[in-house]
């Protein structure tokens, strides 16, 4: 039998759906993105942000966890709600199972998880591939200078990573973003291919370091910019993978096509090649405004291609055209900033202003 480690894989179709917690916490499952690196082709110009201030903390939360004194675990305890606040009870209660209304039978609990051979065998591969985690904070710092740029009135979060008991890669509330390192640590980890229920490999080939920036930016993001997805039609689910597409083009300006979008290279130049033809489907088969739970999840959830479609292509084909139709928005309407375009309330209103037309592929 496989390690049955409680996890949440979540796909889902477009944006994130907050979870209102009590004291105004906020939780995001968050999406897989699923990445290639490859080449960058994007057009937006990048400001200059060398001079933009920007500050955050970063918080090592499994660190200071696995240093737990077991001899004395309720003063360590006290320490770790002391640093953390909130998000200590997120992690025990919301993250993890480990809180319970006995505060003793908590403290088993976390003692357990701590002593467990398997996690502090995670927690070390988590030590090894990430370190002091200097890299992907000079990522960071860097994304969250353009984000600063363009939303000079947000706030920075603090980063906290985690061991997250391959439960969610990135978390939210109000002040912080977490980063669930046991979630990056390469398609090959030997625990991936152990946990109950099973990952799809379409998901765990592409769990590795290389996307864990992305990932926090676009969740960021996604906690303030999200749709109701029980009233929207797919036009709608669309254009807010599409927005969400430029977002990243301008907070991320150096990541490739590939980590924005989540497609290989040759789904990338599939698309590209059959927009016209896809569009045309669309359009033909009268989806675009369509609200059937059937055809929001073909068109546009996650997978390793799209129903009924290819198997070049991508999963979520709808982000792509919604990426395409937004972009056209942009650039017939210049006057439009990047906060306004994610402030819009009414999408189809951006594609009635767009003037898409498909490219033929040639």
Same mark, same amino acid.
């Not at 997978?303 to 479609?309: H, L, M, R, S, Y």
């Not at 056209?328 to 439009?336: A, D, F, I, L, N």
């Given at each position: 039998m496989g390690i049955q480690f409680r996890y949440f894989c979540v796909i889902i179709n477009t944006m994130l759906r907050k979870i209102k917690l009590q004291q105004g916490l906020v939780f995001l499952p968050f999406i897989y %993105?699923? =990445?290639?690196?490859?080449?960058?082709?994007? &057009? !937006?110009?990048?400001?200059?942000?060398?001079?933009?201030?920007?500050? /955050?903390k970063v918080q090592r939360f499994e660190n200071d966890l696995f240093a737990l004194d077991t001899l004395h675990p309720d003063v360590s305890i006290t320490g770790l709600r002391k640093s953390y606040g909130s998000f200590y009870e997120l992690f025990m209660y919301r993250i993890t199972t480990l809180g319970t209304r006995d505060s003793l039978l908590s403290q088993e609990h976390l003692l357990s998880f701590v002593k467990d051979t398997n996690f502090r065998n995670i927690y070390n591969e988590c030590e090894k591939q990430f370190g002091d985690f200097e890299s992907q904070k #000079?990522?960071? #710092?860097? #994304? /969250? @200078?353009?984000?600063k740029y363009y939303f000079p009135e947000k706030n920075i979060p603090r980063i906290v990573t985690l061991l997250s008991a391959f439960s969610f890669p990135v978390v939210c509330d109000s002040t912080t973003l977490g980063i669930g390192l046991d979630m990056y640590l390469?398609?090959?980890?030997? *625990? *991936?291919?152990?946990?109950?229920? #099973?990952?799809?490999n379409f998901i765990r080939s592409h769990m590795s370091k290389e996307y864990l920036v992305c990932d926090a930016i676009r969740g960021w993001a996604m906690s303030d910019y999200?749709? &109701?997805?029980?009233?929207a039609?797919?036009?709608? %689910? %669309?254009?807010?993978?599409?927005?969400? %597409?430029v977002f990243l083009e301008h907070v991320l300006p150096d990541a490739n096509d590939t980590i924005r979008t989540g497609y290989s290279q040759k789904q990338l130049d599939w698309c590209k090649a059959n927009e016209k033809k896809v569009w045309s489907?669309? !359009? &033909?088969?009268?989806?675009? /405004?369509s609200v059937d739970p059937n055809i929001l999840s073909k068109y546009a959830a996650e997978?390793?291609?799209?129903?009924?479609?290819p198997k070049e292509s991508p999963g979520n084909i709808g982000r792509y055209l919604g990426w395409r139709i937004? @972009?056209? *928005?942009?650039?017939?309407?210049?006057? =439009?900033s990047l906060r306004q375009l994610m402030e819009m309330r009414d999408l189809q209103a951006v594609y009635a202003g767009a003037g898409y037309k498909p490219s033929s592929g040639n």
């Open positions: %993105m699923f =990445v290639f690196i490859t080449s960058c082709s994007n &057009d !937006v110009k990048k400001p200059d942000v060398s001079t933009v201030p920007v500050e /955050f #000079a990522e960071l #710092a860097q #994304a /969250f @200078k353009y984000y390469g398609p090959e980890y030997r *625990y *991936y291919s152990t946990l109950e229920p #099973a990952l799809p999200s749709i &109701d997805e029980s009233t039609k797919l036009m709608d %689910m %669309m254009i807010s993978e599409g927005r969400m %597409m489907f669309f !359009v &033909d088969n009268q989806l675009l /405004f997978g390793p291609t799209t129903n009924g479609f937004v @972009k056209s *928005y942009m650039k017939k309407h210049p006057e =439009v």
